[in-house]
């Protein structure tokens, strides 16, 4: 059974940065497509960046420049490094994976089959 756990998230101040976490465990991470949404109260989840298995990304247009996906398949675990975190980026933030098609950048949450439960970012003004 595979399973994503999160870490990483919680408070910081306008500007500061933070990095994400997701350890995947019982699949073949390497051969996986990876995935960061996130979701604000209210609003729909959404893509922030994707990767594939081999290190292709994709990032949402407000994010570019500022956050940096990668993947360490010998550690089973995709990061997101976030930087001059703005109050908007305040969000849950989840972690995916797409075991089918991993040579593909995914970008819609129909197309990711396995989710983490979530880690809270908070963005202070």
Same mark, same amino acid.
């Given at each position: ?7 990483? &998230?919680?408070?910081? +101040? /306008?500007? #500061?940065?933070? =990095? ?9 991470? $390497?051969?996986?497509?990876? &995935?960061?949404?996130? +979701? /604000?109260? #209210?609003?729909? =989840? ?9 290190? $292709? ?13 990668? =993947? ?54």
């Amino acid at each position: 059974q595979v399973q994503l756990v999160e870490s990483g &998230g919680g408070l910081v +101040q /306008a500007g #500061g940065s933070m =990095r994400l976490s997701c350890l995947v465990s019982g699949g073949t991470f $390497s051969s996986y497509g990876m &995935g960061w949404f996130r +979701q /604000a109260p #209210g609003k729909e =989840r959404k893509l922030v960046a994707a990767i594939t298995r081999s290190g $292709s990304t994709v990032y949402q247009d407000s994010v570019k420049g500022r956050f940096m996906l990668s =993947r360490d398949n010998a550690q089973n675990t995709v990061y997101l490094q976030m930087n001059s975190l703005k109050p908007e980026d305040t969000a849950v933030y989840y972690c995916a994976a797409d075991p089918s098609f991993g040579h593909l950048l995914r970008v819609a949450l129909r197309e990711y089959e396995y989710w983490g439960q979530g880690t809270q970012v908070t963005v202070s003004s």
